[in-house]
């Protein structure tokens, strides 16, 4: 019997945002639009369960798409050893976007593979007889008292939103916007689910058309 899946959906906007080009290296540029996997760890964000599977949809773009030169002094753990030792950091130079607005929308189906979740969602799974459906009740509920699991980003940490909630009144699609063709786009890192190994997946000729880019279910046929 397939599962029931349950749509969910919410606006998300801010000054700056990042949808990092894997192929562009320590100068790294943003995608025109949210990846697969970011639009998933932006539902994560508001409620995170391992019960449940979020497949996102798609995302409208509500905003002209603007890249801007952002330069920040970097302290992570990509740096040279000797750099980390040395207590120093390097100036990285990113082209971001920046002014976004965009709405997103997913479907939650239940978790297939049961061996892999923690006790407390075993138990919670097994008592509840629509796990896709609590979660939907659930996520429209702290979506609308605006709480969240972790503070949403728009990719980067640093980069977080002005507005994340409900669809507003005065957003719009951007419908007149060209259609862009992404001839290879970074998909999921995790791409077997939860708890799982690095295995990292992309969809090619991705299009985004009247402002809208849709994510494939599953692979998309070469």
């Not at 697969?36 to 995170?48: H, M, P």
């Not at 965009?102 to 006790?119: C, S």
Request: proline fraction near 7%; include cysteine; charge should be neutral.
């Amino acid at each position: 019997m397939k599962a029931i899946a349950y749509i969910v959906q919410m606006e998300i906007a801010g000054d700056t945002a990042m949808w990092t080009r894997p192929d562009t290296g320590d100068s790294p540029v943003s995608y025109p639009a949210p990846t697969y996997s970011a639009v998933k760890a932006i539902f994560e964000s508001v409620l995170w369960g391992p019960a449940i599977e979020i497949i996102p949809l798609k995302a409208e773009i509500c905003a002209p798409v603007q890249f801007h030169n952002y330069y920040t002094n970097y302290g992570g753990p990509l740096r040279k050893t000797t750099t980390i030792k040395g207590g120093d950091s390097y100036q990285l130079c990113a082209t971001v976007l920046i002014d976004v607005c965009y709405r997103l929308y997913a479907e939650i189906v239940p978790y297939k593979i049961k061996d892999k979740l923690p006790l407390a969602a075993k138990i919670w799974d097994n008592a509840t007889t629509s796990p896709g459906h609590a979660y939907q009740e659930i996520f429209t509920r702290r979506l609308k008292r605006g709480q969240c699991f972790s503070v949403p980003c728009l990719g980067w940490r640093e980069f977080t939103p002005s507005y994340f909630g409900e669809f507003r009144d005065g957003t719009h699609v951007m419908s007149d916007m060209e259609t862009t063709v992404i001839p290879s786009m970074l998909r999921q890192v995790f791409s077997k689910g939860y708890q799982s190994e690095v295995a990292y997946l992309y969809d090619t000729d991705v299009e985004i058309t009247g402002g809208v880019l849709t994510y494939w279910k599953g692979e998309k046929p070469c």
